[in-house]
């Protein structure tokens, strides 16, 4: 492949299961920049919070859809969601925005506005890019293509220890319930579900370390 063609790395697969940090692992390694698409969809809900508006009606939210204004910049190779023009990085990760965000991802107007953004950010530099639908819908012909996963069992102590870092004690089994229910959204709604592309290779990174990850990832990408 040129060296000095644009391309793009799809990755796909479930809640917790660690694409981002291989994804901004990989990222640095090839001098890239890393689009991490779910944080279109939380800085989306952030909007609906504000607005009062709840995440699953779809009729209040498809009436005030051009009223939330998100974009994106990169600062130094990092990410920054902006909503109304005000960066909101540290208000996305909350529980209650997780699951504003995984319920107002079914609605296929607020995807199609989500896809058109990661579109334009991805059109002139490349990115690797991970979501739930980037392999499948939003670059289809992507020439690298990923599906990372894990058990749900390993995917909640993952996320009970990164919840730990910041000194907040879970409970695993309700953690575990909370990313069964986000898989059951994600894998079940009508437009663009999250499904492995036939022409994906498929990472189960339940017995991986994070590193044996990143290497298996980059093994694949011919430059
Ligand atoms: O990856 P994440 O947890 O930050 O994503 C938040 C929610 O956004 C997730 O529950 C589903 C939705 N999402 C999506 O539907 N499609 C994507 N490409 C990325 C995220």
Do not use: W
């Not at 901004?24 to 969809?41: C, E, F, N």
């Amino acid at each position: 492949m040129d060296k000095n063609k644009l391309y793009i790395i799809a990755v796909d697969g479930p809640a917790g299961a660690g694409k981002s940090t291989v994804c901004s692992d990989v990222a640095k390694k090839l001098g890239i920049l890393h689009l991490d698409t779910g944080a279109t969809y939380r800085t989306f809900a952030l909007g609906l919070i504000k607005k009062g508006i709840d995440a699953s009606d779809s009729d209040a939210i498809k009436n005030i859809l051009n009223d939330i204004n998100i974009s994106i910049e990169f600062e130094n190779n990092t990410q920054i969601m902006y909503l109304d023009g005000v960066n909101v990085n540290g208000m996305i990760r909350t529980n209650e925005v997780s699951a504003a965000a995984s319920a107002c991802a079914v609605i296929p107007e607020v995807r199609l506005k989500m896809v058109d953004l990661q579109r334009q950010t991805a059109q002139k530099i490349s990115m690797i890019v991970d979501g739930r639908d980037i392999c499948t819908y939003v670059f289809p012909d992507a020439p690298y293509k990923f599906y990372i996963t894990a058990d749900v069992s390993e995917r909640a102590k993952r996320r009970a220890a990164q919840l730990a870092e910041k000194g907040i004690v879970s409970d695993i089994e309700q953690l575990e319930k909370e990313i069964a229910a986000r898989d059951h959204n994600d894998m079940n709604r009508k437009m663009a579900p999250l499904r492995i592309a036939d022409d994906a290779v498929l990472i189960d990174t339940t017995h991986m370390t994070q590193k044996e990850v990143v290497d298996k990832v980059l093994s694949y990408i011919k430059l």
